[in-house]
């Protein structure tokens, strides 16, 4: 439990002479859940096994045993698997990207339900808000994409594609060069973390935000009506998130195809 | 409250936690182990079952389809040969029946000209042998009237026979104008 939860319900209201608990960063730590060593298991690390959990048995219901005709839940689960296959690997990839549709739909789906986590009540916590988990993803999706150009084109090819573009002026060939390999080398994995620890660290600020003011509002006064404008925007942010989360992990598994693209294709 | 803002303050949020990086990573392996090893390649393997299913329904529709057409043809292609073969048939069969039409016409032309000749030689025949033996009754006849009426005086034949021709030939002029008559009136008919 953060500390301006417990403030909150301590009774700490405007009027009572208590200043608002803003949320900060301290809505993103936890208390351990327990403690070997100097090792602490937190609440984001239980979801993150939670979430590892539903992903693979809500696939293992639906295609541990597959039917010609599907059933609901295998239906369900075709559907996801086609859209990260069809609208993803093959539409950014193409006929090459059917090899990486396991790791994409991996990435999508655990991204997905990690983000879910942030309305579901009880959880009510995107993991992906705190920075080692989309680190972590995005580590992998980096070094994908940087083993795929070398195997493709060798080391001195390897190295042309992430740095080198045809048909420049002479002029410009270092400064693209310089820039290319920043983008390509730094700029991509840090942006591909941070995007989406950014989007669902707001997120959940954002619903904190609004929730921990609608009952620091609830006083008996005008500022119960502030207080039910409060609630209605945490309300809507619940909904936005929802799109927000899925939008999230599309973008973070599309990206990760366009690398993957990016690192198979004959020189550019 | 001063004190716990600093203790938190000091968290620099892009700092990942590194058991919670294990952990991610550890889950996310799984994750993939299982939907990449198992699972995923299961779904593959049936989208391509009922890929080929549908697609070998197709296939076998196709087959059909063409196999019909190809009948269709066929069929079509046979009636027109019958409805050649039957307007080539009719045809001959006007033409020999028109044939065959013109030469009963020409058989049964002939046929009557021929009972017509037939009748006509007949009619001829029978005329000489009536004349011939009227001729001789006639002379007979007359010979007996006249020998009856004049007694003996008349035995000489060669008077006779004269006498008896130059009443024939004259009783001949009558006889021929009234055959010639009828034999006219016969072929009008």
């Not at chain 1, 270092?174 to 707001?202: G, K, S």
């Not at chain 2, 697609?55 to 087959?63: C, I, M, P, S, V």
Request: hydrophobic share 50%; charged share 20%.
């Amino acid at each position: 439990m953060s500390a301006h939860t417990l403030l909150a319900e301590a009774g700490c209201h405007i009027q009572h002479d208590c200043a608002f608990p803003a949320p900060g960063l301290n809505s993103f730590d936890f208390k351990p859940i327990f403690s070997i060593g100097s090792f602490d298991f937190t609440k984001p690390m239980l979801l993150a096994i939670i979430c590892m959990l539903l992903v693979v048995g809500f696939f293992w219901a639906a295609f541990n045993k597959p039917k010609l005709v599907p059933g609901k839940v295998q239906l369900i689960g075709e559907i996801g698997y086609t859209f990260v296959a069809r609208s993803i690997a093959r539409e950014v990839i193409g006929k090459k990207g059917d090899k990486y549709v396991p790791f994409l739909a991996s990435i999508f789906f655990f991204v997905w339900f990690m983000n879910i986590m942030s309305i579901i009540p009880a959880a009510q916590f995107p993991p992906m808000s705190r920075f080692a988990f989309p680190v972590g993803l995005a580590a992998l999706v980096f070094i994908t994409y940087m083993y795929l150009t070398f195997k493709t084109h060798g080391f001195r090819g390897g190295v042309k594609n992430l740095v080198w573009i045809d048909g420049l002026p002479k002029p410009l060939v270092p400064l693209i060069v310089l820039l290319e390999f920043i983008q390509n080398v730094i700029t991509r994995p840090f942006t591909l973390a941070v995007r989406l620890w950014a989007n669902m660290f707001a997120g959940h600020m954002l619903i904190v935000m609004f929730s921990v003011a609608t009952w620091y509002l609830l006083t008996p006064s005008l500022f119960a009506a502030v207080a039910g404008g409060s609630f209605a925007l945490a309300i809507f942010m619940t909904a936005f998130e929802l799109l927000i989360q899925f939008l999230q992990a599309y973008i973070f598994t599309l990206l990760a195809s366009i690398y993957i693209s990016g690192a198979l294709e004959e020189g550019h | 409250m001063m004190a716990f803002l600093a203790e938190e303050g000091a968290q620099n949020p892009l700092i990942p936690n590194t058991a919670e990086l294990v952990i991610g990573l550890l889950c996310f392996f799984i994750v993939f182990g299982l939907l990449g090893k198992k699972l995923l390649p299961n779904i593959q393997k049936t989208l391509a079952e009922r890929h080929d299913a549908i697609e070998g329904g197709l296939e076998r529709a196709e087959k059909a389809q063409a196999e019909a057409n190809r009948t269709l043809e066929e069929y079509k292609a046979q009636l027109a040969e019958a409805r050649h073969e039957a307007a080539r048939i009719t045809e001959q069969a006007r033409e020999q029946g028109a044939v065959i039409i013109a030469e009963m016409r020409e058989e049964g032309q002939r046929q009557r000209d021929a009972i017509v000749a037939a009748g006509h030689a007949q009619i001829e025949a029978d005329r000489r042998q009536v004349t011939v033996t009227l001729r001789q009754e006639v002379g007979r006849i007359a010979t007996d009237l006249a020998g009856k009426l004049v007694g003996e005086s008349l035995e000489d034949t060669a008077r006779q026979s004269r006498t008896i021709d130059r009443f024939l030939d004259s009783l001949d002029g009558s006889a021929d104008a009234g055959a010639g008559n009828g034999a006219g009136a016969g072929a009008a008919r």
